[in-house]
T-cell receptor, first 112, second 114 residues
């Protein structure tokens, strides 16, 4: 079972560059999420989606964009990378908002 | 909005002993859900246990159990017979029927020593 697959696992970006973090799930989950994890800060919600074609901002959306054209895929786009975006990013999915969330393995992003 | 507080940044326990991790939360919802997630050094987030707030009985999963005190808004995790593989970050999280995503605490780093 693949579950939630995130790519890449590691990436180094220069300030001002752009990139897309890919996320796909094969569990037919309606809900998908992007979190960032900073040391000592827990996980903070960037964006979420409750179904294909529907996305909404979380707690820390600035500097990011998402799309949800299919149930399976939920890519996160970083435009004009900044050092403040250095973090570990997690994609997750769940069937409903209060059932178990399944997480990808995370992407460690460094902006230099 | 729901907030989650984990007041113990780091804890240590010896193998085979029992340890309790604390979590308190704040919510205005009547119906909500509570979770403990484990994050080992591999970085993978793994669900440990889930509790539905309307259920009075404390959830149990093998060596893991919770002490859910709804009035006090407390949701502690007890790990019995600790094993070296329990070494990890542990995150408490909440959600509600009207919420869309989990709200996480800052985590407790647990070290199990031989």
């Amino acid at each position: 079972n693949a579950g939630v697959t995130q790519t890449p696992k590691f990436r180094i970006l220069k300030i001002g560059q752009s990139m897309t973090l890919q996320c796909t799930q094969d569990m037919n989950h309606n809900y998908m999420y992007w979190y960032r994890q900073d040391p000592g800060m827990g996980l903070k919600l960037i964006y979420y989606s409750v179904g294909a074609g529907i996305t909404d901002k979380g707690e820390v959306p600035n500097g990011y964009n998402v799309s949800r054209s299919t149930t399976e895929d939920f890519p996160l786009r970083l435009e004009l990378a900044a050092p403040s975006q250095t973090s570990v990013y997690f994609c997750a999915s769940s069937m409903t908002s209060n059932t178990e969330a399944f997480f990808g393995q995370g992407t460690r992003l460094t902006v230099v | 909005a729901q907030t989650v507080t984990q007041s113990q940044p780091e804890m240590s326990v010896q193998e085979a002993e029992t340890v309790t991790l604390s979590c308190t939360y704040d919510t205005s919802e009547n119906n909500y859900y509570l979770f403990w997630y484990k994050q080992p050094p591999s970085r993978q987030m793994i669900l440990v246990i889930r509790q539905e707030a309307y259920k009075q009985q404390n959830a149990t999963e093998n060596r893991f159990s919770v002490n859910f005190q709804k009035a006090a808004k407390s949701f502690s995790l007890k790990i019995s017979d600790s094993q070296l593989g329990d070494t990890a970050m542990y995150f408490c999280a909440t959600n509600s029927n009207s919420g869309y995503a989990l709200n996480f605490g800052k985590g407790t780093s647990l070290l199990v020593t031989p």
